[in-house]
């Protein structure tokens, strides 16, 4: 396949990257050769007979050296703005400064920048103007080009690792035309040419196990998924998640192959192991640590599951801490106080499991213990990134679970409800003792880039 963007050497010269012009800067300083560099000016120094440009591209910087033209009577660099796009030819060049250079023969604009250029040392400074206008970010802040490049990989590392372990990637639809949410608010739209209703899909699960169902052993989708919830710092209505789901395995094998992911994803991405995120270093290399809910609350809360196993129960020792589940259902509030008051605490990679079987009714019970399922959720750095799981594989305790959740989050009318759910008639065909895992890919990378809004690892975070 031909390298895109660079035609072949007899219709012209090739260009280089910044990154390869700088690597062979010192060869070529010895038997110095016409070379082509195109680049954004990132900044510009003009004397009266010498200008200088900064050029660069997503490999790197390059100072560009512009001798006057004597011809000219509009100074040198005439015509060139900061945030310009330029192409230069030239040769390697050393000035006094040492600092590896182009001397440029000829030069011309090939995109003019029209707006005004954020200031060098700050970029954009303010948050909203950022988000507003992404492209500007990317163009005046390197961290942020480099840390969305890195995104990327992460990305791409996930899913080649998954591949090569025999998962296959399936697109399952966005649209539902059946409510399917679980505990999530859905966001509704109406569907004109069906006159209906449909719901934007807050997870992937119900129809990846329906692949399962139909002889698929291991399928994994990457996409976004949506709430219609409430926007914090580490919370947007719409984010991505890698989901996927094996035949023959339980939670210890999805616990496993989540470390094995993040820790493989991230040294290719970041090229470390090591984090620092808001203050606290974080180590992806060691094995990860795995503490259970009810010993986790003994700990940090003072209290086991026995102690709060009924709503009055509940919301006395909520109140108690200072916590307020005044609005929430039972399995909610059991949900926010495991939030605030355990994994705040679990700085370094932790699976915390064993959860109630009211905070996941898609859990398959642990076997000495119909109350507690077989989830988890794995932590870092006070966060929960990944949320892990037995699947339940009996239609009939499946249907009645999810009856129970509807009837506690008050649901039936409209049609917003789990009744013919198709998860429970796919579990009929037979479905085999199966785990999921679902990572979600901006909790992830608000840990590895040091981010402290999600909102920043979104790379057009719309809302």
Same mark, same amino acid.
């Given at each position: 396949?031909? #390298?895109?963007?660079?035609?072949?050497?007899?219709?012209?010269?090739?260009?280089?990257?910044?990154?390869?012009?700088?690597?062979?800067?010192?060869?070529?300083?010895?038997?110095?050769?016409?070379?082509?560099?195109?680049? /954004?000016?990132?900044?510009?120094?003009?004397?009266?007979?010498?200008?200088?440009?900064?050029?660069?591209?997503?490999?790197?910087?390059?100072?560009?050296?512009?001798?006057?033209?004597?011809?000219?009577?509009?100074?040198?660099?005439?015509?060139?703005?900061?945030?310009?796009?330029?192409?230069?030819?030239?040769?390697?060049?050393?000035?006094?400064?040492?600092?590896?250079?182009?001397?440029?023969?000829?030069?011309?604009?090939?995109?003019?920048?029209?707006?005004?250029?954020?200031?060098?040392?700050?970029?954009?400074?303010?948050?909203?103007?950022?988000?507003?206008?992404?492209?500007?970010?990317?163009?005046?802040?390197?961290?942020?080009?480099?840390?969305?490049?890195?995104?990327?990989?992460?990305?791409?590392?996930?899913?080649?690792?998954?591949?090569?372990?025999?998962?296959?990637?399936?697109?399952?639809?966005?649209?539902?035309? /059946?409510?399917?949410?679980?505990?999530?608010?859905?966001?509704?739209?109406?569907?004109?040419?069906?006159?209906?209703?449909?719901?934007?899909?807050?997870?992937? #699960?119900?129809?990846?196990?329906?692949?399962?169902?139909?002889?698929?052993?291991?399928?994994? $989708?990457?996409?976004?998924?949506? /709430?219609?919830?409430?926007?914090?710092?580490?919370?947007?209505?719409?984010?991505?998640?890698?989901?996927?789901?094996?035949?023959?395995?339980?939670?210890?094998?999805?616990?496993?192959?989540?470390?094995?992911?993040?820790?493989?994803?991230?040294?290719?991405?970041?090229?470390?192991? #090591?984090?620092?995120?808001?203050?606290?270093?974080?180590?992806?290399?060691?094995?990860?640590?795995?503490?259970?809910?009810?010993?986790?609350?003994?700990?940090?809360?003072?209290?086991?599951?026995?102690?709060?196993?009924?709503?009055?129960?509940?919301?006395?020792?909520?109140?108690?801490?200072?916590?307020?589940?005044?609005?929430?259902?039972?399995?909610?509030?059991?949900?926010?106080?495991?939030?605030?008051?355990?994994?705040?605490?679990?700085?370094?990679?932790?699976?915390?499991? #064993?959860?109630?079987?009211?905070?996941?009714?898609?859990?398959?019970?642990?076997?000495?213990?119909?109350?507690?399922? $077989?989830?988890?959720?794995?932590?870092?750095?006070?966060?929960?990134?990944?949320?892990?799981?037995?699947?339940?594989?009996?239609?009939?305790?499946?249907?009645?679970?999810? $009856?129970?959740?509807?009837?506690?989050?008050?649901?039936?009318?409209?049609?917003?409800?789990?009744?013919?759910?198709?998860?429970?008639?796919?579990?009929?065909?037979?479905?085999?003792?199966?785990?999921?895992?679902?990572?979600?890919?901006?909790?992830?990378?608000?840990?590895?880039?040091?981010?402290?809004?999600?909102?920043?690892?979104?790379?057009?975070?719309?809302?």
């Amino acid at each position: 396949m031909p #390298e895109l963007g660079r035609r072949s050497q007899d219709q012209q010269e090739s260009y280089q990257s910044m990154r390869d012009f700088n690597a062979a800067f010192a060869d070529s300083l010895q038997n110095p050769s016409p070379v082509q560099l195109r680049g /954004r000016v990132a900044g510009i120094r003009r004397m009266k007979t010498i200008g200088f440009a900064d050029l660069k591209d997503m490999t790197g910087t390059v100072q560009a050296v512009f001798p006057a033209d004597e011809e000219s009577t509009s100074g040198v660099l005439s015509g060139v703005s900061l945030g310009d796009i330029l192409r230069v030819n030239g040769v390697p060049f050393l000035p006094k400064s040492q600092q590896p250079s182009i001397l440029v023969s000829e030069h011309d604009v090939v995109a003019k920048f029209l707006d005004r250029y954020p200031d060098k040392f700050h970029g954009v400074r303010d948050v909203g103007k950022r988000r507003d206008n992404f492209p500007l970010q990317l163009i005046s802040d390197g961290d942020s080009l480099e840390f969305f490049s890195q995104a990327s990989t992460l990305v791409r590392a996930f899913r080649d690792n998954l591949n090569s372990l025999g998962f296959q990637e399936f697109e399952t639809p966005v649209l539902r035309r /059946r409510f399917q949410s679980g505990q999530a608010r859905p966001f509704i739209a109406h569907h004109n040419s069906l006159d209906s209703d449909v719901y934007m899909r807050p997870t992937s #699960e119900v129809e990846l196990v329906q692949l399962i169902a139909g002889g698929f052993e291991r399928v994994y $989708e990457l996409g976004k998924s949506f /709430r219609n919830e409430g926007m914090d710092r580490m919370h947007s209505p719409e984010y991505t998640t890698l989901e996927a789901y094996a035949a023959y395995t339980d939670y210890d094998d999805m616990m496993l192959l989540t470390e094995v992911l993040v820790k493989n994803a991230a040294f290719k991405a970041f090229g470390k192991m #090591e984090f620092f995120v808001d203050g606290n270093a974080v180590d992806l290399s060691g094995i990860w640590d795995q503490v259970t809910v009810n010993d986790a609350l003994r700990t940090y809360g003072g209290f086991s599951l026995t102690d709060v196993e009924t709503e009055g129960q509940l919301r006395d020792r909520a109140m108690q801490l200072g916590i307020d589940i005044e609005n929430l259902t039972y399995s909610q509030g059991i949900s926010k106080l495991i939030e605030r008051l355990v994994v705040p605490r679990l700085i370094q990679p932790t699976f915390l499991k #064993e959860f109630p079987v009211s905070v996941a009714p898609l859990g398959k019970a642990k076997s000495y213990d119909p109350k507690i399922v $077989e989830r988890a959720w794995a932590c870092i750095a006070g966060m929960g990134f990944a949320d892990i799981s037995s699947n339940l594989t009996d239609p009939d305790e499946l249907q009645q679970r999810l $009856e129970l959740q509807d009837l506690e989050n008050k649901l039936g009318i409209g049609g917003q409800n789990h009744a013919n759910n198709p998860l429970v008639k796919a579990l009929r065909y037979g479905v085999p003792p199966t785990a999921g895992v679902g990572i979600g890919i901006n909790r992830l990378l608000m840990v590895l880039g040091d981010r402290q809004n999600i909102k920043d690892t979104i790379i057009f975070p719309e809302i």
